[in-house]
């Protein structure tokens, strides 16, 4: 049975739930673009691969459960974009120079200072040989990790947010979970927590600042 616990501004103890790719990390879509250009593929032959190309939806999507590591998708995803692309961490390639969403990171290391528990629920794209996680250093800032490829479920499973509920520890009336995918939020807030949309950096962090008492570092 859970118990309320105060943090350190008096409040009671909050859970804070963040997604990774597009809340963690600005937005990839214009890096993914630049990225094709440069592999001299069409600006969106990424995103079409991906999500428009039944072989390359079926891929990503084992991928995302751990069905297939990242090598395998590596290679068959290339092969799919064009006979040129080099399969060689191809992941790691077309992520590298996205970056990190410094605000949020702020935000969370407020939020874990102040005494709250946070978690990094991810639908993940690879882990071996390109971590995204540790490639922007976010690993550490969170207490619990539910990454898909680790547990075998994805967002917007239900399971998968009852599993991070329960790692964390925080009843999920008092917990906020974060995804810029507005698919994503309802079966969270069907479990009874808050979610935030985060379509613009800023805006997410000031909600998030008002919800859980705490203020995002200035950051330069």
Known sequence: MSHNREV??????RGLILDFAGVLTAS??????????SEGLAPGAWRSTLNDHPE??????????????QTEWNQGTAALLGKHVDPVNLMGRAWAEVPVSRRMVALARS??????????LSNSFGLDPFNPYEH???????????????????????????????????????CVFVDDHAINLPPAAELGITTVHATDEDTAVTELEALLGVTAASVT
Do not use: M, N
Request: charged share 25%; hydrophobic share 45%; proline share 5%.
């Open 8 to 13: 350190a501004s008096g409040r009671e103890e």
């Open 28 to 37: 990839p879509v214009d890096v993914h673009r630049a990225w094709c250009i």
């Open 56 to 69: 390359g939806r079926r891929l990503y999507t084992a991928l995302e459960i751990g069905e297939i590591g």
């Open 111 to 120: 939020a874990r200072a102040a005494g709250h528990r946070l978690a990094l």
């Open 136 to 174: 922007v250093g976010i690993w550490d800032l969170f207490d619990v990790h539910v990454v898909s490829e680790l547990v075998g479920l994805a967002k917007p499973d239900p399971s998968i947010y009852q599993l991070a509920l329960d790692l964390i520890g925080v009843p999920a009336e008092r």
